[in-house]
């Protein structure tokens, strides 16, 4: 069974510091990884998508890695700022072709717990 | 549309009534997905729908809940003789393809009284 774990489970920085955010999965197998960002009330808004076959996505101040074999990827903001204060949540999707003991298809992401990021400004 | 819409965004109900979740998601999206996130706890897997491809069911936790999706656009998840435990946002996703990312809309948050 695919499980997810983000480190840390909550993150207080004053405004513009560089920060990393931690997500590590157990199936190396999977299809791609997506990065999104949760405001409180407030649905799931994608920030990143890493293909399994990318090392890394850039956009803006944020930059996403993947180690597929070693089953990380992390989340760099740059320069944070108050703006950035929310739950940064990662997923990952298994393989074509993989399914786990529920005999589950390959569509669903699987979520990490979140990573509550509060930027002090 | 331009992104996926969900309705009612805030749905109060009594136990033991039935209620239904709409996601209208964007146009020409194949792949339609459902999750549930309760206080506190991560997202759950509910049920994903695939063009005309039977839905993958393995989410829903009792035989109270279905979708459906009509079409191959809207769905509408049903929660029959609701309970409070079944309180929680509910959150629906579309994607473009099978490998693509997913595009989620703002929830119904459900509150069971």
């Known amino acids: 069974k695919q499980e997810v774990t983000q480190i840390p489970a909550a993150l207080s920085v004053p405004e513009g510091e560089n920060l990393v955010l931690n997500c590590s999965f157990t199936?190396?197998?999977?299809?791609?990884l997506q990065w999104f960002r949760q405001d409180p009330g407030k649905g799931l808004t994608s920030l990143l998508l890493?293909?399994?076959?990318?090392r890394e996505q850039t956009s803006g101040r944020l930059n996403a890695s993947l180690d597929k074999s070693s089953g990380r990827s992390t989340l760099y903001i740059a320069a944070s700022q108050p703006g950035d204060s929310a739950t940064y949540l990662c997923?990952?999707?298994?393989?074509?072709?993989?399914?786990?003991?529920?005999?589950?298809?390959?569509?669903?992401?699987?979520f990490g717990q979140g990573t509550i990021l509060t930027v002090h400004p | 549309g331009a992104g996926v819409s969900q309705s009612p965004s805030n749905k109060v109900t009594e136990k033991g009534k039935d209620v239904e979740l709409r996601c209208d998601p964007i146009?020409?999206?194949?792949?339609l997905y459902w999750y549930r996130q309760s206080l506190g706890q991560g997202l759950e897997f509910l049920i994903y729908?695939?063009?005309?491809?039977?839905?993958?069911k393995s989410g829903l936790p009792s035989d109270r809940f279905s979708a459906e999706r009509t079409g191959g656009s809207v769905s509408t998840l049903t929660i029959q003789r609701t309970q409070q435990e079944d309180s929680a946002v509910y959150l629906c996703?579309?994607?473009?393809?099978?490998?693509?990312?997913?595009?989620f809309g703002s929830g119904t948050r459900l509150t069971v009284v």
């Open positions: 996703a579309s994607s473009l393809v099978q490998g693509g990312g997913y595009t």
């Open positions: 890493i293909q399994s076959s990318q």
């Open positions: 199936d190396s197998a999977i299809y791609n």
């Open positions: 146009s020409g999206h194949t792949a």
């Open positions: 997923a990952v999707r298994l393989g074509p072709g993989v399914s786990n003991a529920g005999g589950t298809s390959y569509g669903k992401l699987t």
């Open positions: 729908f695939q063009g005309n491809s039977a839905p993958d």
